[in-house]
């Protein structure tokens, strides 16, 4: 902890601090590089407050000679081999993708010895050099999304500050993954903290069974001993994954199952390691530009169930629309407790659940149909029981023809 203290105070990326022998920067390149492998070997985002990975790979990249060499001055040298191996060997490492964070909240003290471990093994599974770094309660929304995992260890009665969890939250719903080690005889508090990160009205908790896919998705494991998993997401997706029984522990010892249950939740909840850089989370896309006389208004309803399933599938639509017919779409939100007008040409209903509807909101339902208007049924994520629910609801509350399947001969 000295040796860190003392490398934050002194951190320099133009010359060795304190060098005393001879010519002051005569092995920079090999200075580099060995700060380079502390850095990531330890897990550093920064060194006293410096970004050391965006200010070393820009140090090197100014310093390459025009033939492709790296050289201390400009007069060529036997040890210029030497240098250009330093040089590549600290690209390299400031080049790794980060794989895993780790929080540490304020009071907590740096462990990487399990964070380390695990993202050393994914990186081996999916034949890639990757690397871990922690991330304090103070970090920004693009530090977090720099990997796709955040992986905390929870401690007794652990509270994360209001700034982060927002921050947590936009990370899940930007296609992230949370990984927590809940600590031994949490009684569930470890849950409670996780469903509050969300803070969604739809996010649930459920415990996986043995027989769950995500026990099986990538490797087959068929005893995981104490490990157990509670999913919290919504409907569509898993977000947060709380993994009781010495998860971290486990991760220490070297767990070939701790390592391989971490391996299928990342699968199972749509984080990949391919042999390409790791899947980070993703942005919103930036909206293409439209007239506004060519854009249609989607009205998306809000009833009582899972009614916002997949937030971000109007700007990927208006982005599709506006770049092949220079259409465009906005989004508005329509509750069902007052009467619709027919100038939102489409009501766009989606769902994962059994939808819940009262007669109230059937009546406005039906009585928007009767006016010429028209309800887009989404049955979110595949699942066909929605839809046909709601045909049977509109059938016989409002009186709506009954379901016919759509040819491909039909002019739609």
Known sequence: ARGRTWLADNYDIAKIPKWGWGEESYWPYFYLYMLSRVAV???????GGHAWQGELLGSLVSRQSSDGAWRVGTEKSSNDIVH???????????????????LILAGQTPDGGDVSALASWLGRSAKREARWQFVSDT??????????????????????PESLAAKIKSYTLRGGMVLVAAPDDDAG?????????LAGSFDHAAVLPATHPAFGVRYKITAPGALAVTSIGDYCRPRIFVISGGFAQSLRKGSTVAFELAANLAAYSGVGFSLNAPRRPSRSPRLLATLKSRTITVARVKYGGDWYAGPGAM???HNTLAGALSIGVTQSIVPLDAPLTTTAPLLWMTGTQTPKLTAAELKVLGDYLKAGGMIFVDSAMGKPEFARQMATILRGAVGVLAPSKVTLSDPL
Do not use: R, W
Request: glycine letters at 4%; one cysteine or more; a positive charge.
């Open 139 to 160: 970090a920004s929304q693009g530090m977090l999304n720099a990997a796709p995992v955040l992986y905390i260890a929870a401690s007794p009665d652990m509270t994360i």
């Open 189 to 197: 508090k470890t849950k409670e903290m996780c469903l509050s990160l």
């Open 315 to 317: 700007p990927h639509i």
């Open 41 to 47: 070997e330890s897990g550093s985002a920064q060194i």
């Open 84 to 102: 250009t191996c330093f040089a590549l060997m600290a690209l390299s490492n400031a080049q790794k993708p980060v794989l895993v964070n780790k």
